[in-house]
C-alpha cells in the first residue's frame, strides 16, 4: 500500500499555510543566534531567564559529565536513578513547597505519567480547552469521562464538577498557558474544586521561573500550596534552561506515580549531568531576582510599543506576548518579512491555536535588550498589516 493518501494530505496543508518545517539552530540558545546559515535576533525561544547558556550551567553539567557519564544508563526503578537525580528531587520539593518531587524526562510523559496514574474509566478529568496538547491527551489516553471547561471559566467548571457522579474527580489547567500568556485563575479554581472534592493539577512549565516569590510559579503567585493545589507539574527547558520535568505534591501522591506512573517507570532516567546542571540553575533562579525584573520591564516597553501601533496583543503580563493575526497566510506572511530583516519569530497556526487565531508568538528573554525590543518594534512597524 502506497502513501499516496498522506502525501494528498499534506499537500492540503501546503495550501492551507499549515505546513510545519524544521530549521536549523547552528548556535546556543541566545538573543543572537543563527540558523540554517544565517544571522538573526529571535524572539522565539522559552529561555525566559537566559540560563540555555549560563556559564555555571554550562561548567556544572560538564563536571558532572565527568563524574557520572552521559548517559542515565536505565530507568529509575532498575539502576539509573543516580545521586545528581536524588538532590535535584530534594531540591525541586523544597523549592516548590511541597513534600517531596519525582522527575520525569520530559514535560509531555509528566503530565501523561500523572493522569493516566490518577484516572480510569471510573473517574472525571476535567480541563481548560485551551490547555497544552500534553494535558488533554493525558486526559483522553486515562479513560475517564473527559471534559473540557470554558477558558479560565471557573463558574462553567463548577457546573460541570456538580453534575459529575465520577469517582474521582481531577481540575487540570496551565498556570500560564504557553499560546496566550495569560495565567489561570488558581484560587477560583481551587475553591470550586475544593466544594467538589476534586483534585487540581496545575502545569506550570511557563510560570515557574518567571513569576512568584524567587520564580516559584503561578501557584505561589496566587499565594497556594500543596493543599489547594494537590499536582503541581514544572518542565525544566524552559525558564530553567535545562531540560526534563517534574511532579510535586504529596508523599502519597509520589508514591502512587512510581507505582503507576508507565511514562516513568517504563523509560530511561535523564542523563545525571542534566540534573546537577538544573540543581545550578535552580539556584540561579532563585538567586537573581534581577532577571525577572528585566523581564517586565521589557514586557512594558514592547506592550507600550505594540500598542502604539494599533497591535492587537493578548492580555498577558508573563513573557509570552502574542501578536494577533488570523489568518495563517498572513501571519506566514508577516513572519518572512521580520525574517529578511533579520527578526526569528515562528508563526503559530492551527491545529496549535484555534482556527483563525493564527499569530506571531514573541517571547522575550531577560538576555535580550532594551535596544533588542527597539528593533523589533522598528521591524514590527514595516511589516504589520
Not at 49 to 61: I, M, T
Not at 154 to 170: D, F, G, I, P, V
Not at 350 to 355: A, G, L, Q
Request: a negative charge; aromatic letters at 6%; glycine letters at 8%.
Amino acid at each position: 500500500m502506497s502513501f499516496s493518501q498522506l502525501q494528498d494530505e499534506l499537500n492540503l496543508r501546503k495550501q492551507a499555510s499549515l505546513y510545519r518545517t524544521r530549521r536549523t539552530l547552528q548556535t546556543p540558545q541566545s538573543p543572537n543566534i543563527k540558523v540554517d546559515g544565517k544571522d538573526y535576533l529571535a524572539f522565539c525561544s522559552n529561555d525566559y531567564l537566559g540560563l540555555a547558556n549560563h556559564p555555571d550551567v554550562v561548567a556544572a553539567f560538564q563536571n558532572a559529565a565527568n563524574l557520572y557519564g552521559v548517559g542515565g544508563g536505565a530507568s529509575h526503578l532498575v539502576n539509573g536513578h543516580s545521586q545528581a537525580h536524588h538532590e535535584l528531587e530534594l531540591a525541586l520539593a523544597e523549592f516548590t513547597g511541597r513534600d517531596r518531587a519525582l522527575l520525569f524526562s520530559t514535560g509531555y510523559m509528566a503530565n501523561l505519567g500523572a493522569v493516566t496514574a490518577l484516572l480510569d474509566k471510573q473517574d472525571g478529568v476535567f480541563e481548560d480547552r485551551v490547555n497544552h496538547a500534553s494535558l488533554l491527551d493525558a486526559g483522553l489516553l486515562s479513560g475517564a469521562r473527559f471534559q473540557r471547561y470554558l477558558h479560565n471559566d471557573a463558574a462553567n467548571l463548577q457546573t460541570r464538577l456538580q453534575r459529575s457522579e465520577a469517582r474521582r474527580k481531577l481540575v487540570v489547567t496551565d498556570g500560564v498557558f504557553s499560546m496566550d500568556g495569560d495565567i489561570a485563575p488558581l484560587p477560583e479554581l481551587a475553591e470550586v474544586s475544593r466544594q467538589a472534592d476534586a483534585w487540581v493539577m496545575v502545569d506550570d512549565a511557563h510560570g515557574l521561573g518567571c513569576i512568584g516569590k524567587e520564580g516559584r510559579g503561578s501557584v505561589d503567585h496566587f499565594g497556594l500550596g500543596q493543599d489547594d493545589v494537590q499536582i503541581l507539574m514544572g518542565t525544566l527547558g524552559k525558564a530553567f534552561g535545562t531540560a526534563g520535568a517534574f511532579i510535586a505534591g504529596s508523599e502519597v501522591l509520589i508514591e502512587t506515580l512510581i507505582q503507576h506512573a508507565r511514562s516513568y517507570i517504563y523509560t530511561t532516567s535523564m542523563p545525571p549531568a542534566v540534573a546537577a546542571a538544573t540543581l545550578r540553575s535552580l539556584q540561579l533562579v532563585r538567586e537573581d531576582e534581577w532577571r525577572r525584573e528585566k523581564l517586565q520591564a521589557l514586557i512594558a516597553q514592547f506592550r507600550t510599543g505594540c500598542e502604539s501601533m494599533g497591535l492587537t496583543l493578548m492580555d498577558s503580563l508573563t513573557p509570552i506576548q502574542p501578536i494577533m493575526v488570523g489568518c495563517s497566510e498572513t501571519a506566514m506572511q508577516m513572519s518572512a518579512a521580520l525574517e529578511a530583516k533579520g527578526i526569528f519569530i515562528t508563526a503559530i497556526r492551527p491545529p496549535t491555536v484555534p482556527k483563525n487565531e493564527a499569530r506571531l508568538r514573541v517571547t522575550l528573554s531577560a538576555s535580550h535588550t532594551e535596544a533588542d525590543v527597539d528593533r523589533l518594534l522598528v521591524a514590527l512597524s514595516e511589516v504589520k498589516v
